[in-house]
């Protein structure tokens, strides 16, 4: 009984970045002035040719990818703000670690990646933060290789 216990524990512990992370999109992409995508992996195969998302090539990764989510909000700086906290609390901890920050006049740029443990990236996050303007969440969900990462942000 301990060990089914121990189990159902640590499966739950293991689910909770996940959950939290997909609770910002949940609870967001029915707010007014909000712009909510959610990109299925039946719809990523069927993608052919150039795929781009903001500065990402995503043709690179296209394969690796199981979903791609986005949220974005413009001209509400009262639920940017409720945005950018919850977005804060969540991937400025473990397990997601910061892979590159881009600060460039008014407009943030932030990367968080959740790494597993066969050296790929099972998501990748993309914060884009302008200041008095924008506010942009990007998830890339999948098995994501860390040689192919380098494609990916080519542009930036």
Known sequence: ?????YTLLCATIGLL???????????FANEKNVTYVNVSKSLLSMMDGQLELDALDLESVIDELDRI??????????????????????????PY??????KDDDETVVFYSLPQS??????LIMVVDEIDGEFVLIQLSGNISISKLKNLTDNI
């Open 69 to 94: 989510q986005i949220l974005t909000c413009e001209d509400d700086a009262k639920l940017i703000e409720r945005i950018r906290r919850e977005a804060v609390a969540v991937f400025q901890k473990s």
């Open 97 to 102: 670690e910061e892979l590159m920050r881009v």
């Open 1 to 5: 009984m301990k060990r089914l216990i």
């Open 118 to 123: 066969d050296g790929k990236i099972k998501e």
């Open 17 to 27: 970045p996940t959950q939290a992370k997909n609770m910002i999109f949940e609870k």
